[in-house]
């Protein structure tokens, strides 16, 4: 992850991470009820994340009879929603249906699932139905205040780095740079053809670049990676991508002519 944090954030965030490791460490042990729990994650959203307690987390927000145990809202909005489990809770998909519901009325995008010790983020997908996705998650007690990407999963969600866009920054990222969009662009012509002339170059022999595509497809890159729903999310951004780039080049060609 490379995001720039200021020392000022950084300095709280290991100061954080000293004070509440110890704390988290211990939460499970002690299997305190969720109440508990909701006090310890608003005192580490204010200590770690630079939250105010008492302006901008709210409990046991309401609509439509749905509730979610935090809100975490700035300037007015609603940035977050947090779920919060008892600490000793195995966390999963299940925990996350009231606040996917208070998100899909509220139009908010983010939630945050937590028992202390494990921490998820999920981003909530309008459509028909509703969906969410997991765009990732750490355990607060292992992490390393000398690990510049341990530093940034928590950065991602200090009050901070609202006005960045830092986890929209992210999760856009973490759709483009993974193995289904890697393999489609293996596939395609550029590649095969850079492939066909390297092997011309170096080997003097001749290979059609339908001929590598099937190597790449059958001997080359792992099956899952080409097959289910995935790999056609991964189809639709290249070709988004492709038309953009062609109508940028368009549109300079135009301007320069």
């Not at 550029?190 to 497809?217: G, N, Q, Y």
């Not at 189809?235 to 080049?249: E, F, H, Q, Y």
Request: hydrophobic share 40%.
């Amino acid at each position: 992850m490379n995001l720039k944090i200021s020392k000022k954030t950084q300095d709280r965030l290991v100061a954080g991470l000293k004070k509440y490791q110890p704390i988290v460490r211990k939460l499970a042990e002690r299997d305190i009820s969720e109440a508990d729990t909701v006090t310890v994650i608003k005192d580490m959203l204010t200590d770690i994340f630079g939250y105010d307690k008492y302006t901008e987390l709210t409990s046991e927000q309401q609509i439509r009879g749905t509730f979610c145990d935090l809100a975490i809202r700035v300037d007015g909005k609603i940035q977050y929603l947090a779920e919060v489990k008892s600490a000793g809770t195995t966390l999963n998909d299940n925990h996350l249906r009231q606040a996917v519901n208070y998100g899909a009325h509220q139009g908010i995008e983010w939630i945050l699932l937590t028992n202390g010790i494990i921490w998820k983020v999920y981003r909530i997908k309008f459509g028909q139905p509703i969906d969410w996705e997991e765009v990732y998650c750490f355990d607060m007690g292992t992490l390393s205040s000398r690990s510049a990407d341990d530093l940034a999963k928590l950065a991602m969600l200090c009050r901070e780095s609202l006005s960045t866009d830092a986890l929209e920054f992210f999760h856009r990222q973490a759709q483009i740079i993974n193995r289904y969009v890697v393999a489609e662009l293996l596939l395609s012509d550029a590649v095969a053809a850079t492939l066909r002339k390297e092997l011309r170059r170096l080997f003097d022999v001749k290979v059609t670049d339908d001929e590598l595509r099937i190597l790449l497809a059958n001997d080359v890159i792992k099956r899952d990676t080409l097959d289910g729903d995935p790999p056609k999310v991964a189809k639709s951004l290249i070709k988004k991508a492709t038309s953009s780039l062609a109508k940028r080049s368009a549109k300079a060609a135009e301007s320069g002519s």
